[in-house]
Each structure stands twice: as C-alpha cells, then as structure tokens.
C-alpha cells in the first residue's frame, strides 16, 4: 500500500509554461514534504521543501503548495526550462530518519 | 558540499553470484540508506543504518544484507544476486537527530546493476 503516490508517470511541457507536478498521500502524520529531482545516470538531488504547518513555499522558479485537507502536494515550475526535464520524486517524512517516495514523474520540458 | 560515492556506476553480475555494494560520505553523517529503483515504483528503502554496526530493515530487505562497520562506509550485500534483483541502487546518507527537521538525504549516482 503505498503512502505517497504520484499518479501521472510523465508530463509534457512547452518551453516557457508553466509545469505542475502532484502528489497524494495518505498519512496525515508526516510533518515535512520534499521534492528530488533526479537525471539520468545520477542520483537525486533535493530540490524543495515545505513543513506541514505551511501551505506554501517559494524558492526562484519553484513553489510547492501543500493542501493538508486534500492531502495533496504539488509543485510549479514557473517559467519551464529545457534543463528542468528529469524525473521528479516527491517524499514525505514523519519526524525521524526516514523518507517515503513516490513512484515519480518524468518531466519534458520541450524547446 | 556532502558527497557520496558508490563503488561501481555499472555492474553485470550471473545468477547466483554474491555482489557487494560500496557507498562512502565524506560529511560525517550518523545514517544511511541503501535503495532501489524501479520504473513507476520509485525509491524502495532496503536497508538503513543510524550508527556504526547497527542496521534496520527497510520495507524490501529480503534477499540483502548490509554491513556498516565505520561511520563513512556502508555496504549492500546480494547474497544470491537473482534476475529479479536487476535494478539502480542508490546509496543516501543523512545527518541524525542534530540535523534539519526536513530530514533531507544526500544521494550517490547510483549503481545500475544487471544480473544475466
């Protein structure tokens, strides 16, 4: 049964729009929510995150919202770049050591 | 900047074959994290370690072991490697208690790992 899922596998998107990326959960004792990015041939990278005593978090192109009565995560990348295509993971973590992934979404941002 | 190096980038292995997996951080984290991945499932947890020779099983432990004997070091260890053990490991490593709330873990390239 799994906690955090991402229920698109891929998304399409033109050069300049903006790319919305989702994430159900099904835990509503998870206290912070991050998203990775991940391209070909190495290994995640932390790109943002938000604690759940928030709705909203912005860093430069990248804002997550996080809508705890939905339990719904989504992330905006405004405007989308070309370099932005990869696969994109969120994970939810409850107060200890441990993070739980969804099955990511692979991104294409086309020129 | 923390950095985490696996071993191999890419490894061919036959059925049966026992196979080990090296990962070294240099930040002096207290944890580490062996995954897998898999298309459309993820990042798996295997194995994780919060001190030299302590280990916990994660959710897919069966068919791994793991071996933490210095805080920098972790190893992944297929017993048995069998074709359905084909898949990207990526080792993480993060700081314990005294680190961010966010828990954020640090990743390795992955190791693609083919069993024939």
């Known amino acids: 049964d799994q906690q955090v899922k991402q229920n698109s596998p891929s998304l399409s998107v033109q050069e300049g729009r903006i790319s919305i990326l989702n994430c159900d959960y099904t835990?509503?004792?998870?206290?912070?929510f991050l998203w990775y990015k991940k391209y070909p041939a190495e290994g995640p990278t932390f790109l943002i995150s938000i604690s759940s005593i928030k709705d909203k978090n912005e860093d430069g192109r990248f804002t997550v919202f996080l809508n705890k009565s939905a339990k719904h995560l989504s992330l905006h990348i405004v405007p989308s770049q070309p370099g932005d295509s990869a696969v994109y993971f969120c994970a939810t973590n409850n107060a200890g050591n441990m993070l739980t992934f969804g099955g990511g979404t692979r991104l294409m941002v086309k020129p | 900047d923390v950095k985490v190096t696996q071993s191999s980038r890419y490894l061919v292995k036959r059925t049966g074959e026992k196979v080990f997996l090296e990962c070294v951080q240099d930040m002096d984290h207290e944890n580490m994290f062996w995954y897998r991945q898999d298309p459309g499932l993820g990042l798996r947890l295997i194995y994780f370690?919060?001190?030299?020779?302590?280990?916990e099983k994660g959710d897919i432990p069966e068919g791994y072991s793991v071996s933490r004997e210095k805080k920098e070091r972790f190893s992944l260890i297929l017993e048995s490697a069998s074709t359905n053990q084909t898949s990207m490991y990526l080792c993480a490593s993060s700081l314990g208690i005294a680190g961010p709330p966010r828990g954020e873990q640090f990743f390795g390239p992955g190791t693609r790992l083919t069993v024939l």
């Open positions: 835990n509503s004792m998870f206290d912070y």
């Open positions: 370690s919060y001190d030299v020779k302590m280990k």
